[in-house]
């Protein structure tokens, strides 16, 4: 599919030199821990200070930031990499979570602006299936890694809970917030059949009078979204069976199968532009069919249902020899080309010799490169039962078939301005492809070194404040790490238009479904890899009832009115409240 163009989000030496500014000031305003021996005369152990009041003889404090001596009995700070700062004070591990957040926010937009980038010059296929799912569930990934990699088992074990917050935190988000946000900024006026309007916003905020549309695919998106849940069901099994012993080996097909459904849709966004054109292809034949048959109904040549409900046989009989023009019992290329050609579809960019070529091969079963009558009335049969089967509302033949070819002309010119959109070429590649480069580089880069920090800074925050990591997790981390996804997503809706729209929803679901199958088979590693304890069923199931409910809501409509996005939004909050009661009240983790 078509992807949205994103502008360099700074410019170049500057998108360098300014994380390290940031990192920079972060060091002025926090002090690490001293890693040299203190002097003999500051070795000693009175009480300790609370790194709010006055300072007393036994913490060195700078500002709000708490540095303890060596040999106090209480815990201190661990820099990271063993120079970054650290603190155990409040306001300290929140300045930290902050700037660390920043920086994994800059390496998600980085990594997202070289992406889009490196796909205006290569298209899509291997950059647009490979590529841009995987960099764009980087940052997100790579928190995970780092929460349950660093430190002894029972760090991590303690970590990792933050980076199922992540995990869980993430795909709630997208599905919620940023859902219902764009409804709200992409709502257009709703027509009489239910779908919306292009640029034409004039019914205000009405419930049912406005909202958004998206194509037939978008929705085969989200059915794709709902099925990667299968290895969060799977890991869940000893638990619902009460089996704990099979736990290790539900966590290892679980990864297995999220492997599989990894490797299964990259190859599918691989696919994409073959998918594509065969997919306008299609969209072509049913003009052409579409075409045909209300040429049928314009000619006031008779109904093309009897009474009934069959194809009338006889109105066909008329079309037949209406269009074999030399009167051989039989219609030949030329007189099949002439009655394309008479369809009034010249706004249409339509291949006249290509959609002769079709016809011919459904219609011309004998292969004797002419339609003679009783295939011509075959398949004309065939197209009446298929434009009345594909148009469900009740209603006259006549409406049906004005709807059904309606539908084919809007989902062809969507296509096809799909397909001229990703068509578009670069003006100075070179310059581009190393533009793109370096934002991969430098993105990845401060995704790597910040990702521990952050990790680190909100196990310690969440220690200061005695507020669980996983709610933390929960609620801000992706903030840092899908805000620019997010920005992206709703200025692109903010275009109102049904194409827009489609594409804008079409990457939510997908960025969902990368984050329910790469970055869960990166935390099933971890967990299997360093023998964790999986106790996270509130958390999975949080994940499953956010997925499954606006998995199954989205898949079976493409129409949206403004009243959706109140269900969107109100899940955000009782996903939170569901995690609170499972895990503090009933004791589940």
């Keep these: 599919m078509a992807r949205k163009r994103v502008t360099f989000p700074l410019p170049l030496p500057f998108a360098f030199v300014f994380p390290f500014l940031l990192l920079l000031v972060a060091g002025r305003c926090a002090d690490g821990r001293p890693i040299s021996p203190l002097a003999e005369e500051e070795a000693f152990d009175p009480p300790i200070s609370d790194g709010i009041s006055g300072p007393t003889d036994a913490a060195y404090e700078y500002g709000p930031f708490l540095v303890l001596p060596r040999g106090s009995a209480t815990e201190a700070c661990e820099p990271t990499y063993g120079f970054l700062p650290c603190t155990t004070t409040v306001v300290g591990n929140l300045f930290l979570v902050l700037v660390y957040g920043f920086l994994m926010f800059k390496a998600a937009t980085y990594l997202s602006s070289g992406s889009e980038l490196l796909l205006q010059i290569l298209g899509p296929g291997i950059v647009g299936g490979l590529f841009l799912p995987i960099l764009g569930a980087l940052p997100d990934a790579?928190?995970?890694?780092?929460?349950?990699?660093?430190?002894?088992?029972?760090?991590?074990?303690?970590?990792?809970?933050?980076?199922m917050g992540l995990l869980a935190g993430s795909t709630v988000m997208l599905l919620t917030l940023l859902w219902g946000s764009c409804v709200v900024v992409g709502k257009c006026d709703l027509s009489d059949s239910s779908t919306s309007v292009d640029l034409q916003?004039?019914?205000?905020?009405?419930?049912?009078?406005?909202?958004?549309?998206t194509d037939v695919q978008t929705s085969y998106a989200a059915r794709i979204m709902a099925v990667s849940v299968v290895p969060f069901i799977i890991v869940q099994l000893p638990r619902i069976f009460n089996f704990p012993s099979g736990q290790r080996l539900a966590v290892f097909v679980a990864l297995v199968v999220a492997i599989a459904l990894l490797l299964s849709y990259c190859l599918y966004q691989v696919l994409q532009p073959w998918i594509q054109r065969r997919r306008l292809e299609f969209a072509k034949h049913r003009l052409v069919m579409?075409?045909?048959?209300?040429?049928?109904?314009?000619?006031?040549?008779?109904?093309?249902?009897?009474?009934?409900?069959?194809?009338?046989?006889?109105?066909?009989?008329?079309?037949?020899?209406?269009?074999?023009?030399?009167?051989?019992?039989?219609?030949?290329?030329?007189?099949?080309?002439?009655?394309?050609?008479?369809?009034?579809?010249?706004?249409?960019?339509?291949d006249k010799d290509g959609?002769?070529?079709?016809?011919?091969?459904?219609?011309?079963?004998?292969?004797?490169?002419?339609?003679?009558?009783?295939?011509?009335?075959e398949g004309i049969s065939k197209w009446i039962i298929e434009a009345d089967r594909a148009v469900a509302f009740s209603g006259?033949?006549?409406?049906?078939?004005?709807?059904?070819?309606?539908?084919?002309?809007?989902?062809?010119?969507?296509l096809h301005?799909?397909?001229?959109?990703?068509?578009?070429?670069?003006?100075?590649p070179s310059w581009i492809c190393f533009q793109a480069i370096l934002l991969l580089v430098l993105?990845?880069?401060?995704?790597?070194?910040?990702?521990?920090?952050l990790v680190d800074a909100v196990d310690n925050f969440s220690s200061a404040t005695k507020i669980p990591s996983f709610f933390i997790s929960f609620i801000a981390m992706p903030l840092a790490t899908n805000s620019s996804e997010a920005v992206s997503a709703i200025i692109f809706a903010s275009r109102k238009k049904q194409r827009t729209a489609s594409l804008t929803f079409s990457?939510?679901?997908?960025?969902?479904?990368?984050?329910?199958?790469?970055?869960?088979?990166?935390?099933?590693?971890?967990?299997?890899?360093?023998?964790?304890?999986?106790?996270?069923?509130?958390?999975?199931?949080?994940i499953l009832v956010v997925c499954i409910a606006m998995g199954i809501f989205t898949s079976l409509r493409t129409t949206f009115p403004l009243w959706t996005c109140f269900v969107a939004f109100s899940l955000y909050p009782l996903s939170l409240v569901l995690v609170y009661v499972l895990d503090f009240v009933f004791g589940w983790s």
């Design 290 to 350: 579409s075409g045909i048959l209300k040429h049928v109904h314009m000619q006031s040549l008779g109904h093309l249902m009897d009474d009934h409900g069959k194809p009338n046989l006889q109105v066909i009989k008329k079309l037949f020899h209406k269009v074999d023009l030399d009167k051989n019992q039989s219609i030949s290329r030329s007189e099949l080309r002439a009655l394309i050609i008479g369809l009034k579809m010249g706004e249409i960019d339509l």
């Design 355 to 377: 959609a002769v070529d079709k016809v011919m091969n459904e219609f011309d079963t004998s292969r004797d490169d002419n339609i003679q009558e009783e295939e011509f009335i």
């Design 142 to 163: 790579m928190l995970i890694l780092v929460s349950g990699l660093s430190g002894s088992k029972e760090t991590a074990q303690n970590q990792v809970l933050i980076g």
């Design 443 to 453: 993105g990845t880069f401060i995704a790597a070194v910040f990702a521990d920090p």
């Design 417 to 428: 301005d799909q397909s001229d959109e990703a068509a578009d070429g670069a003006e100075s």
């Design 201 to 213: 916003d004039t019914r205000g905020f009405s419930l049912f009078a406005s909202g958004i549309s």
């Design 507 to 542: 990457e939510i679901y997908g960025g969902v479904t990368m984050n329910n199958i790469l970055c869960l088979a990166v935390f099933l590693a971890l967990v299997y890899a360093r023998h964790l304890t999986w106790d996270f069923s509130a958390e999975v199931l949080v």
């Design 396 to 414: 006259s033949y006549s409406q049906k078939l004005h709807h059904f070819h309606m539908r084919a002309r809007n989902e062809h010119n969507m």
